[in-house]
């Protein structure tokens, strides 16, 4: 299943609010997740079945949608965010989208 | 805690073969299955194969579908990718992933990965 993701990249401040689409190229139901990548790390889930946050991940991460249309929102930016997020279909399979760079303004 | 360490990363020729594993601690190894997710340099994660908790169930990319073949020990709590016909665009960093329950596909916990280089 094909996964898109809008922006490829966006650039941010600390304390604004940032939202990543995901779309998925069929009805995935909710069997979308959301990871944190930041270079020389290993992934890290925040968001599973679209819209639940995963234990020991921040608040400000939530995610929300339905069907083929996704999203990840950061509701007020932390330093510790500037990284490439990735969605990812679990309905058949797996794939990720390509994925959201978040750098610094 | 939680440890999925992969090994056997390195340099090969195009046409080449090369075997990774990776050890797993810290959780019931049988109970879970377990993927093979690769990152090409400047690239995005590209999602390559699972394995169910029991080894039954193996799935596969098309991109290393025929090509790659997962398998796992749960008596020695590792799993296997052997990777045949290595081409320049398997050139990545794989890592080895939990399920967070067997049979999601939600990964918890990624291991640190290891480099393949396919290169002459």
């Known amino acids: 299943i094909q996964m898109t993701q809008s922006p490829s990249s966006l650039s941010a401040s600390v304390g604004d609010r940032v939202t990543i689409t995901c779309r998925a190229g069929?009805?995935?139901?909710?069997?979308v997740n959301w990871y944190q990548h930041k270079p020389g790390r290993a992934p890290h889930l925040l968001i599973y079945?679209?819209?639940s946050l995963q234990t020991g991940v921040p608040s400000r991460f939530s995610g929300s949608g339905s069907g083929t249309d996704f999203t990840l929102t950061i509701s007020s930016l932390a330093p510790d965010d500037f990284a490439t997020y990735y969605c990812?279909?679990?309905?058949?399979?797996?794939?990720f989208g390509p994925g959201t760079r978040v750098d610094i303004k | 805690q939680v440890q999925l360490v992969e090994s056997g990363g390195g340099v090969v020729q195009p046409g080449g073969s090369l075997r990774l594993s990776c050890a797993a601690s810290g959780f019931t190894f049988s109970d879970y299955g377990i993927h093979w997710v690769r990152q090409a340099p400047g690239k995005g994660l590209e999602w390559i194969s699972v394995i169910s908790f029991e080894g039954s169930n193996k799935f596969y990319a098309d991109s290393v579908e025929g090509r790659f073949t997962v398998s796992r020990d749960n008596s020695k709590n590792t799993l296997f990718l052997q990777m045949n016909s290595l081409g320049p665009e398997d050139t990545a960093v794989y890592y080895c992933a939990k399920d967070q329950d067997s049979g999601t596909y939600i990964i918890d916990y990624w291991g640190q990965g290891t480099l393949v280089t396919v290169s002459s």
């Open positions: 990812q279909q679990s309905y058949s399979a797996s794939s």
């Open positions: 079945a679209a819209s």
């Open positions: 069929q009805n995935i139901d909710n069997y």
